[in-house]
């Protein structure tokens, strides 16, 4: 079974930065999405950046100027590079792919990785 595995979260102080790095244990044909979603301590699951297969992107307004997602479709890899972290930013971030096999429409988690802003 296909895997997404993340890397690049722990500590860091406010103001400060990390690169997530995402990588499927398989590869993945024809991904259609490739997307980063975060969950914080009694909250829901949203959103935080996503990248389709044209290059285009969009971001959750709470990180709009502070994150960039990026791609390689060669090697089925996805990055969210996290700059002027704040508080309100930790979470465990999870990273999504959404594709087209054959018609066959499937989605990938990777299990997680904590990310947390602290002083």
């Known amino acids: 079974q296909v895997q997404l595995v993340e890397s690049g979260g722990g500590l860091v102080q406010p103001g400060g930065s990390l690169r997530l790095s995402c990588a499927a244990s398989?590869?993945?044909?024809?991904?259609?999405?490739m997307a980063w979603y975060r969950q914080a301590p009694e909250k829901q699951r949203e959103l935080v950046a996503a990248?389709?297969?044209?290059?285009?992107?969009t971001y959750a307004d709470s990180v709009k100027g502070r994150f960039t997602i990026s791609r390689d479709n060669a090697e089925n890899t996805v990055s969210l590079q996290m700059n002027s972290l704040k508080p309100d930013d930790t979470a465990v971030y999870f990273c999504?792919?959404?594709?087209?096999?054959?018609?066959?429409?499937?989605?990938?988690w990777g299990q997680g990785t904590q990310v947390t802003v602290s002083s």
């Open positions: 990248i389709n297969s044209g290059g285009s992107t």
């Open positions: 999504y792919y959404y594709a087209n096999n054959a018609g066959r429409l499937r989605e990938f």
């Open positions: 398989e590869r993945i044909l024809n991904i259609l999405l």
